[in-house]
């Protein structure tokens, strides 16, 4: 089995865990329908993505922006 040469240090455990937290989900709300969505997603209520509908929804919600 291979083994380090030497002994990772607390320090420098530390500094490579630093960049390890975890990141919040970016969400916004969808220009056609308003209702949240993942960024750079298909919008899963409406279906649509950069202002135009890319996937067919089986049940259409009514909204407001209808
Ligand atoms: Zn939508």
């Given at each position: 089995m291979a083994l380090p040469k030497q002994k990772t240090s607390k320090e420098r455990r530390r500094k490579r865990r630093s960049h390890h937290?975890?990141?919040?989900?970016s969400i916004k709300n969808c220009s056609q329908c308003g209702s949240p969505q993942l960024n750079h997603h298909v919008c899963p209520t409406c279906g649509s993505y950069a202002g135009r509908e890319v996937v067919e929804m089986e049940s259409p919600k009514k909204t407001k922006s209808e």
């Open positions: 937290q975890a990141v919040t989900a």
